[in-house]
């Protein structure tokens, strides 16, 4: 999930090195279906944040298609807020990933609460836009400030520490076993009442 300074491109590189071809997409289902048609080998994806929870689009992708999960990596995210100026002052509109802005709500309603936040497909493309106006600032990564020649207006702003994402690698081919692996399992049920009981109690009577 692209462009370059994401932190799914970081992620990225920690699994794979820096000696790996990173092919940045849009899209998460962009991601999905360029592994399904074998333009790369593996692609890597945002799955579940700790204090956001899981990311539902990625849920969805796993819905309809036949990809593997190969491995996970986890990545402390660490958020900026980034201009070209470096003044907060300047600051009109705030850009970002809607993760990362949920991440740091109340920093912004505290420091720059007349700001008017909005939703971009990822940090990157926030921080490219912050790049084109000196009004517009970005949530992302250092990473993101020095590859966008932009400033970084306070660093560490999102709300609370211990702030990890999981990352999932995908693959076409089921991933070899290592002894010391995870197991993912997605079904649908009815809703009707105990729905949630009946689902969770074969788990519990065998001590899962």
Request: proline letters at 4%; hydrophobic letters at 40%.
């Amino acid at each position: 999930l692209g462009p370059k300074a994401t932190f799914t491109h970081q992620a990225c590189m920690r699994y794979f090195g820096l000696s790996a071809e990173c092919v940045p997409e849009k899209d998460i289902a962009d991601v999905f279906d360029d592994v399904e048609r074998g333009k790369v080998d593996y692609g890597v994806v945002p799955i579940e944040n700790t204090n956001e929870g899981v990311v539902s689009h990625t849920i969805d992708m796993f819905v309809t298609s036949d990809i593997k999960i190969c491995a996970e990596v986890m990545i402390e995210i660490s958020l900026s807020l980034l201009n070209k100026t470096g003044r907060i002052g300047d600051i009109k509109n705030v850009y970002s990933h809607p993760n990362p802005i949920a991440q740091c709500r109340e920093w912004l309603k505290d420091h720059i609460p007349d700001a008017h936040v909005f939703d971009v497909s990822s940090t990157a493309m926030a921080a490219q836009i912050a790049s084109e106006d000196t009004a517009n600032a970005a949530i992302a990564s250092e990473v993101a400030a020095s590859l966008y020649g932009l400033q970084v207006v306070e660093r560490k702003i999102e709300d609370h520490t211990n702030n990890f994402t999981r990352f999932l690698v995908i693959g076409k081919k089921d991933p070899q076993k290592s002894g010391n692996d995870k197991t993912s399992i997605m079904f649908a049920i009815k809703d009707v009442p105990g729905a949630l009981y009946k689902m969770l109690a074969p788990f519990a009577d065998r001590g899962i």
